[in-house]
């Protein structure tokens, strides 16, 4: 059964680094692209950027270039997004997601979502 | 960046009703739309894709019609569980974009 588990929900305070966590499971993690969608409290979905585990190369999304910075370990079948100076517009559940295929791509499997809250 | 608009932002039916939904896109995105459903506290999942092809589980009542700009979800009769919001989504240029959803409640 393929499984995206995602890390826990953080609280942090504005200028503090984070970096949340994907491990994917029942499928072989190096050979699909896996994405991060952003989902701020009511509204709607943001595709951010994606991540090939088996090569690590990573795209952005043009709004999200710059702010955010996606890796992977695939020794460990994980993929990472994180945050060198959070702000509180990023206070927002963030889905990592696995493409069914290519690069520009569907997603046919979702992880439960990491609930990242700002606040000082 | 192609922007997807969906109508209308709310639909309000009962149960065993037919349900319609819209999509546009900016421009031709051809037939690579995909939708999702998203209920409450849970993470989206993927409906139909390329249009109009369900994904695996789906139930028959989903369906999805069109091309070009415009795309149409038509839930047949609505179950209980079918209250939700769902977003339509485009894969043929970069970035990939979301619509921004219709809901569908109980009226």
Known sequence: ?120 | EIVLTQSPATLSLSPGERATLSCRASQSVSSYLAWYQQKPGQAPRLLIYDASNRATGIPARFSGSGSGTDFTLTISSLEPEDFAVYYCQQRSNWPQTFGPGTKVDIK
Not at chain 1, 4 to 30: D, H, M, N, R, W
Not at chain 1, 38 to 54: A, F, N, S, T, V
Request: neutral net charge.
């Open chain 1, 1 to 120: 059964e393929v499984q995206l588990v995602q890390s826990g929900a953080e609280v942090k305070k504005p200028g503090e680094s984070l970096k949340i966590s994907c491990k994917g499971s029942g499928y072989s993690f190096t050979s699909y692209w896996i994405g991060w969608v952003r989902q701020m409290p009511g509204k709607g979905l943001e595709w951010m950027g994606i991540i090939y585990p088996g090569d690590s190369d990573t795209r952005y999304s043009p709004s999200f270039q710059g702010q955010v910075t996606i890796s992977a370990d695939k020794s460990i079948s994980t993929a990472y997004l994180q945050w060198s100076s959070l702000k509180a517009s990023d206070t927002a559940m963030y889905y990592c997601v696995r493409h069914r295929d290519q690069l520009l791509d569907y997603f046919d499997y979702w992880g439960q979502g990491t609930l990242v809250t700002v606040s000082s």
